[in-house]
Nanobody, 118 residues
Framework: VQLVESGGGSVQPEESLRVSCAFSGHHLASFTMGWFRQRPGKERELVANIDYSGEYTEYADAVKGRFTISRDNSKNTVDLQMNSLKPEDTAVYFC????????????WGQGTQVTVSS
């Protein structure tokens, strides 16, 4: 399994950004997908995840109402739409594929930097 993130960059507070994860090497529908982030000086934390069908999602309290995770199993992509960005959202954002329940392993992308600053 390979995960490649894209779409990071620098924005000003209250702006929006969309990061994408390209999945390859297996069937995306076999994995719960997630976005994590690691802020400077902090441990990696869950931002959002989405089940195999896209029906169920979970968000960290800090991003509820601002971020939306989505997936397209036919295109092998998982996106994170980030609105009303705050300086504290500055982090490296990582895509995660969790296939542990099916014995398929756990995988990470290389990360993409998101910087929110005025």
């Amino acid at each position: 399994v390979q995960l490649v993130e894209s779409g990071g960059g620098s924005v000003q507070p209250e702006e929006s950004l969309r990061v994408s994860c390209a999945f390859s090497g297996h069937h995306l529908a076999s994995f719960t997908m997630g976005w994590f982030r690691q802020r400077p000086g902090k441990e990696r934390e869950l931002v959002a995840n989405i089940d195999y069908s896209g029906e169920y999602t979970e968000y960290a309290d800090a991003v509820k109402g601002r971020f939306t995770i989505s997936r397209d199993n036919s295109k092998n992509t998982v996106d994170l739409q980030m609105n009303s960005l705050k300086p504290e959202d500055t982090a490296v954002y990582f895509c995660n594929a969790d296939g542990l329940r099916g014995g398929l392993g756990l995988y990470w992308g290389q990360g993409t930097q998101v910087t929110v600053s005025s």
